[in-house]
């Protein structure tokens, strides 16, 4: 059964980087939003007659806490109808349509590999929300790679969030890497050029290969290109799962 179409209401707004936003929005007929961290929520915008040309989804930033305000962080596509709408249109007190939680991006249940969340852009979004529902939850887990994709420095989302959260989860590796920086020898951990390298040094063990599960979210050049580098290392299709953008 269709899940029904709610009101939402937006109570802040903060720019995160160039054109990107993040947007929390309140469900006031909802005393707590429950969902999965991975799921996302779509909107029915005013910007056609069509209903399948109005709707947008996107993953939910935030975690479950109990409370009916959530996050979603978007950016401004050149020609986006959806997101020009978004960021010309809405201010604080906007009301937005919306329905969810959707979707079965999520973590697995026991948590019995090791996880590599691959991500670039706003694909960040659900990685953000699962890693911090570890952390709250006290989820048994093994280790986690948290490997992003930028171009520039000040395109790394939630750079200080995450850095912070690496030192409070066990196991927990948040590894951003820059395709348009150039490399620093002063500072050998900064990582540059695409997330592809990284995986596949990390995956690559003494005894062969590390066991783990893959979770891929961002634009569809990227997903494809690691599902073929991914089962090219030897892993099965199944231990791959994605969300795409775009």
Request: with cysteine; hydrophobic share 35%.
């Amino acid at each position: 059964m269709p899940q029904p179409w709610q009101t939402g209401t937006v109570i802040r707004i903060e720019q995160e980087a160039h054109q990107i936003r993040r947007f929390y929005i309140q469900i006031p007929a909802m005393d707590s939003f429950d969902f999965k961290p991975g799921q996302f929520v779509t909107l029915d915008l005013p910007i056609h007659e069509k209903i399948n040309k109005r709707v947008r989804s996107y993953s939910i930033a935030s975690w479950p806490n109990g409370t009916n305000v959530i996050e979603l962080v978007i950016v401004l596509l050149e020609g986006g109808a959806g997101t020009n709408y978004l960021f010309n249109e809405i201010t604080v007190g906007s009301e937005l349509i919306l329905r969810g939680p959707q979707g079965i991006f999520t973590l697995p249940e026991p948590i019995e590999k090791d996880l590599f969340f691959i991500c670039t852009g706003t694909g960040i979004a659900p990685f953000r929300s699962m890693s911090h529902h570890i952390l709250n939850c006290n989820i048994p887990h093994r280790g986690i790679y948290l490997i992003f994709g930028c171009r520039h420095f000040e395109d790394c989302l939630y750079r200080e969030e995450l850095s912070e959260l690496a030192e409070k989860v066990p196991d927990f590796h948040y590894i951003p890497t820059f395709s348009r920086e150039k490399a620093d020898p002063a500072n050998p951990l900064l990582r540059t050029g695409y997330v592809h390298a990284i995986y596949e040094e990390l995956c690559r063990v003494d005894e062969g290969l590390r066991p783990a599960n893959f979770f891929l979210c961002g634009w569809k050049n990227m997903i494809d290109e690691a599902k073929q580098r991914i089962q090219a290392l030897g892993y099965d299709r199944k231990s791959i799962h994605q969300e795409l953008y775009g």
